[in-house]
């Protein structure tokens, strides 16, 4: 996704961390409504997404008032689930992600625009996906049945791949992902992409590092490459095997900190030969963040290594989450070398965003919200 689309979604929420970051712990009342919160979202998405796997049905009439009723329902959840999010930046930032989505899907169904509100529908996956992917995790029995096997055998690999992560079931999306990999009639570029998407489950969610490091060495050698893509696939494969020989230390931050090290000198470097190294330290930190609850300048390090770290990952969802956690590290820690580094790459990565696009240049409201950070990451 275009850097300007990236950097426009970071000005659509730059007032969501604060808000977030006002937030509680969560009482137990509020963790069972968040619970049936998002098994609603999860019933409602099968029902979307089964139609909107079909193009046909998905714009058939007879179908309207599921479509529309559905997209409703899903908001309204979503926006409950980001106010009630307590400090889980994260996730009360992807609940408020996917309330836009569906709301723009609705609006352009409501309008009779049907292949924007499908596309716009198939793009709140993605937020699904960055959602499941965020922490080390099993597959999902209750997914088997998310949408019908008839359906799922339709769609292209890719996309049945995305969908199975979207729903938890990992393994199957790699077995999907490891089967196309390997395939002669996948064009080298569609390798490359492929092996992207592959090891954000591989290394994040399972990490499963030796069957990673395995694949790819077959993928890489399936078909010409690029020689800057296939030095970037040794890199991959390299780091695979040298993070699965060392057990993970007790300092998640501090390892964080080791992983990271390459990616700091250039954080928005087009070299993307570091992604094993930043997947690893996002699992590592998403994982740290859930269990340790830490707060103070701990908090903010954590976050600003998880802002680098998403920087470096660049999902192809294009959801700002590196902008999301670099702010929470500056509002997390003000006047801190913390916040002052968390600035410096947050302001870069939203500036050239933005200077890369057609209009080349930034929205006042989204220069106003830089230099309020600025002055918070000084202490002001």
Same mark, same amino acid.
């Given at each position: 996704?275009?850097?300007? %689309?990236?950097?426009?979604?970071?000005?659509?929420?730059?007032?969501?961390?604060?808000?977030?970051?006002?937030?509680?712990?969560?009482?137990?009342?509020?963790?069972?409504?968040?619970?049936?919160?998002?098994?609603?979202?999860?019933?409602?998405?099968?029902?979307?997404?089964?139609?909107?796997?079909?193009?046909?049905?998905?714009?058939?009439?007879?179908?309207?008032?599921?479509?529309?009723?559905?997209?409703?329902?899903?908001?309204?959840?979503? %926006?409950?689930?980001?106010?009630?999010?307590?400090?889980?930046?994260?996730?009360?930032?992807?609940?408020?992600?996917?309330?836009?989505?569906?709301?723009?899907?609705?609006?352009?169904?409501?309008?009779?625009?049907?292949?924007?509100?499908?596309?716009?529908?198939?793009?709140?996956?993605?937020?699904?996906?960055?959602?499941?992917?965020?922490?080390?995790?099993?597959?999902?029995?209750?997914?088997?049945?998310?949408?019908? /096997?008839?359906?799922? #055998?339709?769609?292209?690999?890719?996309?049945?791949?995305?969908?199975?992560?979207?729903?938890?079931?990992?393994?199957?999306?790699?077995?999907?992902?490891?089967?196309?990999?390997?395939?002669?009639?996948? /064009?080298?570029?569609?390798?490359?992409?492929?092996?992207?998407?592959?090891?954000?489950? #591989?290394?994040?969610?399972?990490?499963?590092?030796?069957?990673?490091?395995?694949?790819?060495?077959? #993928?890489?050698?399936?078909?010409?490459?690029?020689?800057?893509?296939?030095?970037?696939?040794?890199?991959?494969?390299?780091?695979?095997?040298?993070?699965?020989?060392?057990?993970?230390?007790?300092?998640?931050?501090?390892?964080?900190?080791?992983?990271?090290?390459?990616?700091?000198?250039?954080?928005? /470097?087009?070299?993307?030969?570091?992604?094993?190294?930043?997947?690893?330290?996002?699992?590592?930190?998403?994982?740290?963040?859930?269990?340790?609850?830490?707060?103070?300048?701990?908090?903010?390090?954590?976050?600003?290594?998880?802002?680098? #770290?998403?920087?470096?990952?660049?999902?192809?969802?294009?959801?700002?989450?590196?902008?999301?956690?670099?702010?929470?590290?500056?509002?997390?820690?003000?006047?801190?070398?913390?916040?002052?580094?968390?600035?410096?790459?947050?302001?870069?990565?939203?500036?050239?965003?933005?200077?890369?696009?057609?209009?080349?240049?930034?929205?006042?409201?989204?220069?106003?919200?830089?230099?309020?950070?600025?002055?918070?990451?000084?202490?002001?």
């Amino acid at each position: 996704m275009p850097r300007r %689309a990236r950097s426009a979604r970071f000005a659509l929420g730059v007032c969501l961390v604060a808000a977030i970051a006002a937030g509680g712990p969560l009482v137990a009342a509020e963790e069972r409504g968040l619970r049936d919160a998002m098994q609603l979202i999860f019933e409602r998405m099968r029902e979307l997404v089964s139609l909107a796997a079909v193009p046909e049905r998905f714009g058939a009439s007879d179908n309207a008032t599921t479509v529309i009723e559905a997209l409703r329902e899903i908001g309204d959840q979503a %926006a409950m689930v980001s106010e009630h999010a307590g400090t889980d930046v994260g996730s009360g930032f992807l609940a408020s992600s996917l309330d836009r989505y569906t709301g723009w899907a609705l609006r352009n169904y409501e309008w009779g625009q049907i292949p924007a509100a499908r596309s716009l529908v198939l793009e709140a996956v993605e937020v699904c996906i960055a959602c499941h992917t965020r922490l080390p995790s099993g597959d999902s029995p209750v997914a088997e049945d998310f949408v019908a /096997s008839d359906t799922l #055998a339709r769609m292209a690999p890719r996309e049945r791949a995305r969908l199975l992560a979207a729903t938890r079931r990992f393994d199957d999306a790699m077995t999907t992902l490891e089967s196309e990999l390997t395939a002669p009639s996948t /064009s080298p570029a569609s390798r490359v992409e492929l092996m992207r998407e592959y090891l954000l489950v #591989a290394v994040r969610v399972r990490g499963e590092l030796g069957r990673a490091a395995s694949t790819l060495r077959a #993928a890489r050698d399936a078909g010409e490459l690029p020689e800057a893509s296939r030095t970037a696939v040794s890199a991959w494969v390299a780091d695979l095997d040298e993070i699965g020989r060392h057990p993970i230390p007790e300092d998640d931050v501090l390892y964080s900190r080791w992983l990271l090290q390459g990616s700091a000198a250039d954080p928005l /470097s087009d070299d993307h030969s570091d992604l094993v190294r930043a997947l690893a330290a996002s699992a590592v930190l998403n994982r740290f963040l859930e269990r340790e609850k830490p707060d103070g300048e701990r908090l903010a390090e954590a976050y600003l290594l998880l802002g680098l #770290a998403e920087a470096r990952i660049d999902e192809p969802a294009g959801l700002p989450e590196a902008e999301l956690y670099l702010e929470s590290a500056i509002l997390g820690a003000p006047g801190t070398p913390i916040a002052k580094v968390a600035f410096a790459l947050l302001s870069k990565k939203v500036r050239r965003g933005f200077e890369s696009g057609p209009e080349g240049k930034m929205p006042e409201e989204v220069m106003r919200h830089l230099a309020a950070l600025e002055a918070r990451s000084r202490g002001e």
